[in-house]
């Protein structure tokens, strides 16, 4: 629950409940998660990055935009836009690494590394070359 | 569209069909149930008219009472008029649900009835189940008879849906005793029971897509206890006065007087029995045949069981001199439920009266009326001494040794 100024126990609405939007929205399915009215307590607007131990890391290079990984992110957070994957939501994304097993390239498009390592141009130029099968 | 009954001014229904009708004219938009004696004849007859085209609404078969009552959550949830029967053990398994529901202010409306809880297995009515529900958060009424399950039964959409109150109802009937005795049944055409009931206004549905909600949220050390604060406050004021308020409206309509405790004899009572289900009917013949032989005599039958009706308690029993307790469950380890509320009334008033505690009928043991004979004459003798001449608790109609405690 966000806190809100009123915070007695007859200044929230009934039943445990809470509204995505602060107002009324239309066609709220084909807006965009950025431009969402999202109120204070929608968990869009919350980081929940320090949970992850690991980080998938996106290599574009490889992509063929298939969008398996959008299709199977549990947390919604692979951002793509016109059908084009474009990176990670990292404020959301928990490292589960389901991204990283559905990806169909060879090399993957999408690893997963340690959380600390902070240099992404250098995972990327070290990027496995392609396995022969 | 659904095909209409037309139904006999008075039909000879059993406890069970009462509130399948009833049902059937409140137009449900989603029955979530798993069958279950005795109550299994709510929701079979209800399919029937589901098979007959004599309802619209979803009817959603499930693979247990944990199912049922969270397919009903859902239902709820999602923005529709929602209702479920069970009993017993199909209720024990609901009870994690039930409390989602409460907390969720969701109001569903709920068949209970009331059967014996295992071990030893036993498909016979006591109050175990309805003793049970008492803290989850519900509203809770008990019909006394086939008629007023069936009232009830129309009743709880009313009071339940309220959008002060969202909160949901259990209406609850003896096992067999009621659900399986056919009596007369005064009943309302289709269109006037529909139209008392009113069509359902959802509140913050879950599949309204302008302004989606999350149900069913977590709340830790922060605000969980003002929610439940919030819950307990609309349960006590809200439900309670939305409760008399329908009750009014159905006497003005059907003239039958409905009330959170019903009183039998009780005008200048100086002795006076507790009790709830079958056992209030029996109790008021034996009341009266105690009045012609001039003593003074009276009943209690407890309606609203929760909110409990600690004033209206108070205050009927604010004369009397000797009251007895009946509990038909086993409160293991303790005085009965019923003892223990009423001595929490008694307590606030200057005379408070003596009283005593009877556990009976469990597992559908018959409470005769020369049990409840034998209650009163304990109570008179209890009330002319001025003291408590018995144990403070005792078992009727066991067979062995008599018990008792205290």
């Known amino acids: ?133 | 569209m659904a095909d209409k009954i037309d139904l006999l001014d008075i039909e000879v229904w059993d406890g069970n069909m009462a509130a399948s009708q009833a049902m059937r004219q409140a137009q449900i938009d989603v029955v979530a149930a798993y069958p279950i004696t005795p109550s299994t004849p709510v929701v079979q007859n209800y399919s029937t008219f589901l098979a007959n085209n004599q309802i619209d609404g979803e009817f959603v078969m499930v693979e247990s009472e944990h199912a049922a009552m969270s397919g009903c959550v859902g239902a709820s949830a999602a923005g529709g008029r929602v209702a479920t029967a069970t009993s017993s053990q199909g209720f024990a398994l609901m009870c994690e649900v039930l409390y989602q529901a409460s907390g969720m202010r969701l109001p569903i409306v709920m068949h209970v009835v009331n059967r014996a809880l295992a071990a030893p297995l036993n498909v016979n009515g006591d109050h175990s189940d309805m003793y049970l529900g008492r803290d989850s958060g519900w509203i809770q009424a008990d019909a006394f008879n086939a008629q007023e399950a069936y009232d009830l039964g129309l009743m709880a959409f009313k009071i339940s849906e309220d959008h002060k109150v969202r909160l949901p109802m259990m209406i609850h009937q003896d096992g067999f005793m009621t659900s399986h005795t056919a009596q007369g049944v005064k009943t309302l055409s289709d269109d006037v029971a529909y139209n008392f009931i009113g069509e359902f206004k959802p509140m913050n549905a879950m599949l309204d897509l302008d302004r989606p909600a999350t149900h069913g949220v977590q709340t830790e050390e922060d605000y969980h206890y003002e929610f439940k604060a919030r819950q307990h406050h609309d349960l006590m004021t809200f439900a309670k006065a939305k409760t008399q308020e329908v009750f009014d409206e159905f006497e003005t309509l059907t003239g039958r007087k409905y009330s959170m405790i019903q009183e039998y004899d009780m005008e200048g009572a100086d002795i006076a029995i507790v009790c709830m289900g079958t056992s209030v009917e029996t109790a008021r013949l034996v009341a009266t045949d105690m009045r012609t032989k001039g003593i003074k005599a009276g009943v209690i039958g407890i309606r609203i069981i929760r909110p409990w009706p600690f004033e209206e308690i108070k205050e009927a029993l604010k004369d009397v001199k000797a009251v007895a307790a009946l509990d038909r469950s086993s409160p293991n380890g303790a005085l009965g439920m019923l003892y223990n509320e009423l001595a929490g009334c008694l307590l606030q008033n200057a005379k408070p009266s003596i009283l005593s505690n009877y556990v009976y009928g469990l597992g559908g043991r018959d409470l005769t009326k020369d049990n409840i004979k034998q209650v009163f004459t304990e109570l008179k003798a209890n009330a002319d001494t001025g003291k408590l001449t018995t144990p403070t608790q005792q078992w009727i109609s066991l067979n062995g040794e008599a018990l008792n405690f205290f």
């Open chain 1, 1 to 133: 629950m966000a806190k809100n100024e009123n915070n007695g126990w007859n200044d929230f609405d009934i039943g445990a409940l809470l509204f995505s939007f602060d107002k009324e929205t239309k066609n709220i399915a084909t807006t965009l998660q950025e431009d969402r009215p999202y109120s204070n307590s929608n968990s869009f607007t919350a980081s929940v990055a320090d949970w992850r131990v690991m980080k998938p890391v996106f290599n574009k290079e490889f992509c063929i935009d298939c969008q398996f990984c959008w299709i199977y992110c549990p947390d919604m957070s692979i951002i793509s836009r016109d059908k084009k994957m474009i990176g990670i939501d990292m404020d959301h994304c928990k490292g589960c690494g389901i991204c990283v097993e559905v990806c169909p390239t060879n090399p993957k498009s999408l690893l997963m590394y340690d959380e600390h390592l902070e240099d992404e141009e250098a995972l990327i130029a070290a990027w496995p070359a392609k396995e022969e099968k």
